[in-house]
């Protein structure tokens, strides 16, 4: 059975407004704990300004046994707990809670990846003039890092649209969700091929205001 | 001001040691411009590092007025680093902060008021030159403008040392000039010590007093820069003193110049107030012998003249034993022999 469109309208732009809710609530949660982990991963290790082996090497262990696993099976394993935090694994919230810890693993890596990157000297410089640990996390590290740190959170979001249509096709809302009901099950090519192209609108919207932003904030 | 007191740094890779500081004992006067050279991978830059902590010395003490800055504690450190202004080779300014961004951040640091800040930046920017480039970010400086802000930026809360690595070793000649009267002016109009390192002799030779000669982790010669310049002990600082300025032709024309039957070459070494006095002629008359300037120069070192001639004598060879017997007693002479140069 087709869709009827002139009655299937409201529910492409409610659940087109399900996914982007997923991802901006998911790039905000994982971002404030990505960068926190990052910078964790990155003042603690070896010769940084905090060292620290312990810290560093529980973190390194954890983001590398998380970040391997297919997001469709995390998602599946980790629902459990879930229904424990959220109360229930079907929805828009429901799917949330998983995207965020994987996306705070990757946003914590792409967070260290950009740290590393930043020439010591400069780091060193702050040091000399006696600022402490603190201080130049907040104002050298995440400045310095900023631009190239824009970019790399825009990669993570453009995934996080792949990852919310996952979400969508085992129990979580948005566009996924649609693709799948009406898209897949009923065989209506003209909905698969809405939401596919609502999703690259998607996705290029992300990428072309990553880009504009972490231009502003580029001085290499 | 600063005292090194027989202060090491190990550095352990893996299983190996290495011993980037070895034994030194060194002193930097108040007011003083205190140079270091030495070759690549002396052990400079670590010495360096060990004045502001950067690096934690594996024996001896540094002392900072006669403080032990080992004993500090990390709030205390903090607070004498920002009476230690840095600068670096490479500059290390913040890319993400404009000119007056970076002079600020020090002083921001400090506590003062924004107004206090605007004010000391706008002064600094002054001082250093670069007014009409404030509000630029670094990526849009010259190697000598990025200098220039390295240095108001370590000026900026009017420290009483100032740490300077290899300051001018990426510029071009003209800017190096141009930063060390920078420097000299720091020294001279605000009474900064400066105590800089380098592998250039010609950093030395135009603005610093006192100089130390680094090999291997140890300090092989030091003490007044005219001194070392005009009586080098070391084979090491023989060569950095002939880097910049040749004292003896090279050997393929003193080769010539013997096989032509060339005389016994002497060194004469003219010293301060001596070199305006015509001792070489009036001694040289005194005994009827006649000499002959094969090399050498004059030159100005720390205000004072420096006179390193190349001559050979001609005429009786007792007189020529007598003039020089008389020479030695107001300059220094010496035969130059066949394996120098
Ligand atoms: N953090 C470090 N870990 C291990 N070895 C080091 C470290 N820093 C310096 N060294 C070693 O110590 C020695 C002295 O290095 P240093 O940087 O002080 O030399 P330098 O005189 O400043 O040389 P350059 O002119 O090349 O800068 C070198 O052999 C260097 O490899
Ligand atoms: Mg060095």
């Not at chain 1, 009406?182 to 999703?199: A, C, E, K, N, P």
């Not at chain 2, 002064?123 to 240095?151: C, M, T, Y």
């Amino acid at each position: 059975m087709k869709v009827d469109w002139t009655t299937f309208w409201p529910r492409i732009v409610e659940s087109t407004g399900e996914t982007v809710v997923m991802v901006i609530a998911t790039l905000v949660f994982g971002s404030i704990l990505g960068i926190a982990i990052g910078l964790l991963l990155f003042v603690t290790r070896e010769k940084n300004i905090l060292e620290n082996k312990l810290v560093f090497q529980v973190l390194n262990i954890l983001i590398n046994i998380i970040r391997p696993i297919p997001f469709i099976i995390f998602l599946v394993a980790i629902s459990q707990l879930t229904r424990l935090v959220i109360g229930t694994t079907i929805g828009t919230a429901a799917a949330i809670f998983p995207m965020t810890i994987v996306a705070s693993f990757s946003i914590a890596r792409v967070v260290e990846n950009n740290l590393v990157s930043i020439d010591p000297g400069v780091i060193e410089a702050a040091q000399a003039m006696g600022a402490s640990p603190l201080r130049i996390i907040f104002t050298v590290l995440i400045p310095e890092a900023l631009g190239p740190l824009i970019l790399g959170l825009t990669f993570i979001t453009v995934s996080l649209i792949d990852f919310s249509a996952v979400a969508g096709t085992v129990g979580g809302g948005g566009l996924g969700h649609v693709a799948m009901t009406y898209g897949y099950q009923r065989f209506d090519g003209s909905v698969m091929l809405v939401t596919v192209i609502i999703l690259i609108i998607l996705v290029q919207l992300a990428q072309w205001l990553g880009n504009t932003l972490s231009r502003k904030f580029m001085r290499r | 001001m600063i005292d090194f007191k027989n202060v090491s740094k190990t550095f352990r890779l893996g299983k190996r040691e290495v011993h980037a500081v070895n034994n030194v004992s060194l002193t930097v006067n108040e007011g003083e411009i205190f140079g270091v050279i030495g070759f690549s991978g002396a052990g400079k830059s670590t010495l360096l590092r060990l004045v502001n902590l950067l690096e934690r010395p594996t024996t001896g003490t540094v002392y900072i007025q006669n403080i032990d800055v080992n004993s500090l504690s990390s709030k205390e450190l903090r607070a004498r680093r920002q009476n230690i202004g840095m600068i670096f080779q490479n500059f290390n300014l913040f890319n993400s902060r404009t000119v007056a961004g970076n002079i600020a951040y020090p002083l921001k640091l400090t506590g003062l008021s924004k107004q206090g800040i605007k004010n000391r930046v706008e002064e600094l920017l002054r001082f250093v030159g670069l007014s009409d480039k404030a509000n630029d970010f670094p990526n849009q400086l010259s190697g000598g403008q990025k200098q220039r802000v390295g240095i108001a930026r370590a000026l900026a809360t009017s420290p009483d040392i100032l740490i300077c690595d290899e300051a001018t070793s990426a510029l071009d000649p003209e800017t190096t000039a141009e930063i060390l009267k920078l420097l000299k002016k720091v020294n001279k109009d605000l009474g900064i010590t400066i105590l800089l390192i380098t592998h250039e002799m010609h950093v030395i030779q135009s603005i610093c007093h006192k100089v130390a000669v680094m090999e291997n982790g140890e300090v092989i010669e030091s003490g007044d820069v005219f001194d070392v310049f005009t009586n080098p002990q070391h084979l090491t600082t023989q060569r950095f003193i002939q880097s910049v300025q040749q004292d003896l032709p090279s050997v393929n024309i003193l080769n010539e110049w013997r096989l032509r039957g060339g005389k016994k070459l002497f060194r004469v070494i003219f010293k301060g107030d001596i070199t305006n006095d015509a001792v070489l002629s009036q001694v040289t008359q005194k005994h009827q012998v006649h000499f002959n300037i094969v090399y050498g120069s004059v030159r100005e070192l720390q205000e004072k003249l420096f006179g390193n001639l190349l001559i050979s004598f001609e005429g009786n060879q007792d007189a020529i034993q007598n003039t020089l017997d008389e020479l030695k007693t107001i300059v220094d002479i010496e035969e130059v022999v066949q394996h120098e140069g």
